[in-house]
């Protein structure tokens, strides 16, 4: 691992919000937090902040812990920060514009040389209509030593102006008071209980464990242990079953999926590599409200946006969903079944088609995305200049698999081509189907076919799409020149999907030859791992 240069800086005076700590001396330990001083100094919009200014946006005390796993072993580490008044009692307080709430999170872009990586995917996420983390820039003072930029963060917290969930009380054991609300994540914590499903392509075979978000552990009673996990396993149960699809008795009854398809999008445009299986939060209300599970809030993409280079994370093209398909090793933090068999739902694909459609019109367009690249980088214009005095990355990476570290114009300039050419990708790859399928232009064919999941395991699926209901014969044919599958389906006008047995077929690729009722022949390649 690389041990960066890094500088003293002489700093007193910036446009960011300024935020101030000092521990007395303490050490910043993992866990418990420490008690310490906070000063926050904001003037205004336009308006110059200096150290000597009076702490006008918060001066009193907080509770600070180290955050993070892997982030630990960085030189700019990030941290949890709780709001306290001098008894030590929790303080809500709107930090710098943002809702009131005690807990924070003081985020160090240390992995991420463009510092706005988590910034773009949570304003997206809010642009989409889901509550995601609302973010500041601010530059930290450490026990009066200059830090550099950081991001003032809005933790995932059950909140009437976060997660807008009810209030668990550990007296509410029974009824419909039960049955809500609830945070879960996959993650890294083994505090909670594992799904009874293999994550799919895993060398290991492993299953994942969940674990408790809200309530915590300490707080959790046996009684919504049990309703939780109970929920869970229904709603795993309902997506592996051959009713899958059934509006009334399949996934959809357990599982929010219009959240679920904002969940993908957002972790497909930035091919996030800790996504789906990381930092991934789940949260489910009573019932008396949308009692289903709801995918989300987003989490962590400082390794997103073409900034790890393993298991294809700076690829354009491919599907992030599918990691367990590039990297099959890591089966305890694997991605669970869940996305491919969503991927294969009808009515999932219809729907992410049109939302895909609808997005790449206004909060997904190209010219939206450099409006966000842009104004996040204005904002941190001054301070860089520091930052990148105090933190010397250039040339060198700390993280495996991370590209070395130019200017940050270049890291920026290379992340918006990628954005830009990853959501070109995923225009071209989404399937087209459903009521937002469309004929394509200038098109005369009789049929249209497509795959997908592309590369496959076990079954395959041709998605057809067809002028007219017909017959086609469908033709597999290996390396070898060998015929292994012949046959004839009948086909709806619209759009139909037809699985292909493939779990008995030697992994390579495979040419595929549909022939429609008219005789024309679609020709293309199928790969089985």
Known sequence: MYSPTWSQVNFSETDLPIVMIN?????????????????????????????????????????????????????????????RDPAGLELNVPLLGMAPESDWVLYAPYMDKTLMRNYLAYSLSRRMGRWASDVRYVELMLNNEYQGIYLLVEKIKRDSNRVNIADLLPTDNSGIELTGGYIFSLDKQSNGWFSSYPSPSTTTNATRQFSYVYPRLVNITQQQKDYLKNTVDEFERALAGP??????????????????????????????????????????????????????????????????????????????????????????????????????????????????LNLRTNILSDNSIDRLIDSADRVTTEARSRHFVKWDLRGNTWWRGQFPIQSYEEEKENMRIWIK???????????????????????????IISTFPNPFIGTGYLFIKSREAQGVTIEVINLMGRKIVQTTKSVFKGDNKVPLDGQYWPAGVYQIIVTSATGEKSVFRLIKQ
């Open 421 to 447: 050419s990853r959501m070109k990708w995923l225009d071209e790859n989404l399937q087209n189907t459903g009521a937002c399928g469309d004929w394509p232009s200038g098109n005369t064919e009789n049929i």
């Open 23 to 83: 521990t007395g001396n303490q050490s910043i330990s993992n866990d418990p937090k420490i008690t310490a001083d906070m000063k926050v100094i904001y003037n205004g919009p336009g308006k110059r902040n200096k150290i000597a200014d009076p702490p006008n946006a918060f001066n009193n005390k907080i509770g600070i812990e180290l955050r993070g796993q892997s982030s630990q072993g960085q030189p700019l580490r990030s941290y949890d920060i709780e709001l």
């Open 243 to 356: 009713q899958f699809q059934d509006p009334a008795l399949g996934v959809r009854k357990y599982a929010n999926l219009s959240s679920f398809i904002d969940f993908f999008i957002i972790n497909e445009i930035s091919k996030n590599i800790d996504g789906y299986r990381l930092s991934t939060y789940l949260y489910k209300d009573k019932n008396l409200k949308d009692g289903r599970i709801h995918a989300g809030p987003v989490w962590d993409f400082d390794l997103g946006f073409k900034n790890a280079d393993y298991c294809a994370g700076n690829q354009i093209y491919g599907w992030g969903y599918r990691f367990n398909f590039t990297c099959p090793n890591d089966g305890s933090q694997a991605v669970p079944f869940w996305w491919e068999r969503l991927t294969i739902d009808t009515a999932f694909l219809s729907a992410l088609r049109c939302r895909w």
